[in-house]
């Protein structure tokens, strides 16, 4: 608070999450971006020709397509480019005289590119983020993109798979049901078989739920009745929705009044079976999409159904 004391800190974790509130209030932060690949192939032109701190007194022979190929592997970090830099120049053939690196070279040294990710980290829910609002968006060329970004990372894939069958609810819901069941057969998949093969078995359930249509009503519908159930007071159950299996609960008149909806035309009884204090409430509003349009279909005609035998008692 005086500012008797300077205190300078570095992290790779977002501050936001994970320095304290208090601290954060009194501090400037500055991002540190991941560096562009001609600013991380500049920093390995100047290691490549410093005798003292670099590799100048190595002879190198290397073209600036492999330059440029060692920084687009390194995705951003220099520190990793001069390491994949000074072990591509270890490993290369001598020849008249020089280290001769090529591409070819820094792919067997390589054998992979190290992927940007860190599984406990903001990347982390970046990626899932992208592939939720993509597979939202309909987006089905976005979708297996940021799969498999995490996919060829490392993340979990079961991880993956628990994402796409809350995507299915919570994003396409009754619009299409069978969502529901690629997603959890695709994690069933998944478990079953291991990886890599389960790569595209959630690779298939990420491109169908982004092609499939979309509806939040289900969520809404829980979200509302959520609300009401935290809010209000705790409504009894109606006498008429009660279990009777004993002669005392009978005597209480639990289940008077029941209309089993079976023995009723179209199979559907003039019954609220919503507590008096929340009578009339809609939850569940089905958009104009997908199987949920035959949803609303019925739900119309159900509810005219109702009203005519309401007016004619």
């Not at 939202?136 to 993109?145: Q, T």
């Not at 299996?245 to 209480?252: E, F, R, W």
Request: charged share 25%; hydrophobic share 40%; aromatic share 6%.
């Amino acid at each position: 608070e005086s500012g008797d004391i300077v205190l300078i800190g570095a992290t790779t974790e977002n501050p936001s999450f994970e320095v304290n509130a208090a601290l954060l209030s009194r501090s400037k932060v500055f991002v540190l971006r991941g560096l562009t690949t001609d600013e991380v192939a500049s920093i390995l032109q100047r290691s490549l020709t410093d005798a003292e701190h670099g590799l100048g007194a190595h002879r190198v022979a290397i073209d600036a397509d492999t330059i440029h190929a060692i920084a687009m592997y390194a995705n951003g970090d220099a520190r990793s480019a001069l390491n994949l830099l000074e072990l591509s120049v270890a490993a290369a053939p001598m020849v008249d005289g020089e280290k001769r690196v090529d591409v070819s070279r820094v792919e067997q040294t390589i054998q992979r590119r190290a992927l940007l990710y860190d599984k406990s980290g903001e990347e982390h829910y970046n990626l899932i983020s992208a592939l939720h609002k993509s597979m939202r968006n309909s987006d089905p060329d976005a979708s297996v993109y940021w799969l498999a970004r995490m996919v060829e990372a490392g993340e979990d894939p079961l991880y993956i798979a628990r994402r796409l069958v809350r995507f299915a609810s919570e994003d396409i819901g009754n619009a299409d049901p069978q969502a529901l069941t690629v997603a959890v057969a695709a994690k069933d998949a998944v478990h079953f078989i291991g990886m890599p093969e389960g790569n595209t078995a959630l690779a298939q359930a990420a491109i169908y739920l982004a092609t499939a249509p979309k509806s939040n009503a289900v969520y809404e519908a829980y979200s509302r009745a959520a609300g009401d159930a935290h809010r209000d007071v705790a409504e009894p159950v109606p006498l008429h929705l009660r279990n009777a299996p004993t002669k005392l609960t009978k005597d209480l008149e639990y289940g008077k009044g029941y209309k089993y909806a079976h023995n009723e035309a179209d199979a559907v009884a003039d019954m609220s079976c919503l507590p008096p204090a929340l009578q009339g409430r809609q939850y569940y509003e089905p958009k104009e999409r997908g199987f949920e349009k035959e949803i609303k279909r019925r739900l119309d005609g159900w509810a005219e159904i109702k009203k005519k035998r309401r007016t004619t008692d």
